[in-house]
């Protein structure tokens, strides 16, 4: 594991609280789903669902990604480590793009 991927991320609280608030609210989702399949429900009905559930997941990636692009990335450039963290961030977004 690189020094990189070891290092702790320090968010705010506010952060912390939106992120936090969106991944229940996923998770009320998923529950929901979960409900909707035990009822038998309209197969487009649970499609929708879970395409809401996607794009919520997405939000959150976007968010994390972005947070970790303007603090870590920028703090690991500051203090020399910037090849990896740039490696390791172009490889995350690979990772989200398929």
């Given at each position: 594991?690189?020094?990189?991927q070891k290092t702790v991320t320090h968010r ?29 429900r309209y197969c487009v009905d649970v499609l ?51």
């Amino acid at each position: 594991m690189s020094d990189v991927q070891k290092t702790v991320t320090h968010r705010n609280d506010e952060a912390k609280a939106q992120l936090q608030n969106r991944l229940k609210r996923v998770e009320g989702q998923v529950r929901g789903v979960q409900k909707m399949i035990e009822e038998n429900r309209y197969c487009v009905d649970v499609l929708v669902q879970l395409a809401a559930i996607q794009a919520a997941l997405k939000k959150v990636n976007m968010l994390l990604l972005e947070d970790h692009a303007k603090h870590c990335v920028t703090h690991a450039v500051k203090h020399g480590n910037g090849d990896e963290a740039l490696s390791e961030l172009m490889n995350i977004i690979a990772r989200f793009s398929k």
